[in-house]
């Protein structure tokens, strides 16, 4: 399985874009699915997690109040929905499914999603 990540672009600061993800070749797992980012220079962040048992989420600071992660009914597509974007938003936003038994304590750190496909560029221009 490999995610693809699409939706990415060129914005304007205040903007909005949604970004999509979905697996190739089967299914989403029942777990859930995260988005992470890398913008040059840094380390790979999280960004938001959809996690289906229990139908929580979960958002980084930076981002909570301007993402939304949702996905569709039959989990086949997960969304990021960006809006007020910031220059600094400005990176690769991948995404990944959550391993099974997550620890709540773990949910941001990246060893704990797997099948990371090809990111999308976001930029966000001042």
């Known amino acids: 399985v490999q995610l693809q990540a699409f939706g990415g672009g060129l914005v304007q600061a205040g903007g909005s874009l949604r970004l999509s993800c979905a697996p190739s070749?089967?299914?989403?797992?029942?777990?859930?699915v995260g988005w992470f980012r890398q913008a040059p220079g840094k380390e790979r962040e999280f960004v938001a997690v959809?996690?289906?048992?229990?139908?929580?989420?979960y958002y980084a600071d930076s981002v909570k109040g301007r993402f939304t992660i949702s996905s569709d009914n039959a989990k086949t597509t997960v969304y990021l929905q960006m809006n007020r974007l910031k220059p600094e938003d400005t990176a690769v936003y991948y995404c990944?499914?959550?391993?099974?038994?997550?620890?709540?304590?773990?949910?941001?750190?990246?060893?704990?999603?797997?099948?990371w496909g090809q990111g999308t560029q976001v930029t966000v221009s001042s």
């Open positions: 990944a499914v959550l391993n099974p038994r997550t620890r709540l304590s773990e949910i941001t750190s990246d060893y704990r999603y797997k099948y």
């Open positions: 959809e996690r289906w048992s229990g139908g929580t989420t």
């Open positions: 070749g089967r299914p989403f797992s029942r777990n859930g």
